[in-house]
């Protein structure tokens, strides 16, 4: 039964990186963080993106881990692994499927790619870094749910920043 801390270590480290990027995506790439991630959310004909510093930090993070792995304490070799993994599903789903960054086309139609791809879509239909919505990747919520947020941002105070006042007449 040695496979099975592995195995669970490895899906482990999966699903907490997807709730870990969804909260720095919020909090940190749309916060304090935004001046790398201002670049993704511009339109451009550039290959690259100052934002895909965060993913070359994050393989940073996981050549460490393996590394630990390696010299200390094996269980870091499971985590490393996990952290790629997740890498590689990013890659797939946010930068090909959603954003097209490989050369061949193809929108999903169905199912949950369709999700995924609808909802990170709605994260783009808000201009700026306040009021987005969805900021997972791998994880995709109901896409009529979404929308309902958008609209209430679009209806709320917030959104009204920096807009000329009604005017009374
Ligand atoms: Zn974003
Ligand atoms: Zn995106």
């Known amino acids: 039964m040695s496979y ?5 270590l490895v899906i482990g480290s999966v699903v907490f990186m997807e709730w ?3 909260w720095s995506h ?38 460490l881990l393996f590394l630990a792995g ?21 890659f797939v789903l946010h930068d090909g499927l959603v954003h097209q960054r490989w050369p061949f086309k193809y929108i ?14 709605l994260h783009h239909a808000v201009k700026g870094k306040d009021g ?6 791998v994880y995709a919520p109901p896409v009529d749910k979404l929308v309902r947020e958008l609209q209430e941002y679009r209806n709320s105070d917030a959104s009204r920043h920096g807009e000329e006042p009604p005017t009374t007449h």
């Open 4 to 8: 099975v801390l592995p195995v669970l």
């Open 20 to 22: 870990f990027a969804t």
């Open 26 to 63: 919020r909090h940190i790439m749309h916060g304090w963080g935004w001046g790398w991630h201002k670049s993704h959310h511009e339109p451009h004909d550039h290959a690259l993106e100052k934002n895909d510093l965060y993913a070359v930090v994050f393989a940073g993070v996981a050549i």
């Open 70 to 90: 390696e010299a200390w304490w094996r269980p870091l070799t499971w985590i490393a692994l996990g952290v790629t993994i997740y890498g590689f599903l990013y």
């Open 108 to 121: 999903p139609r169905k199912g949950y790619l369709k999700r995924v791809y609808q909802a990170h879509r």
């Open 132 to 137: 987005c919505v969805s900021f997972g990747f």
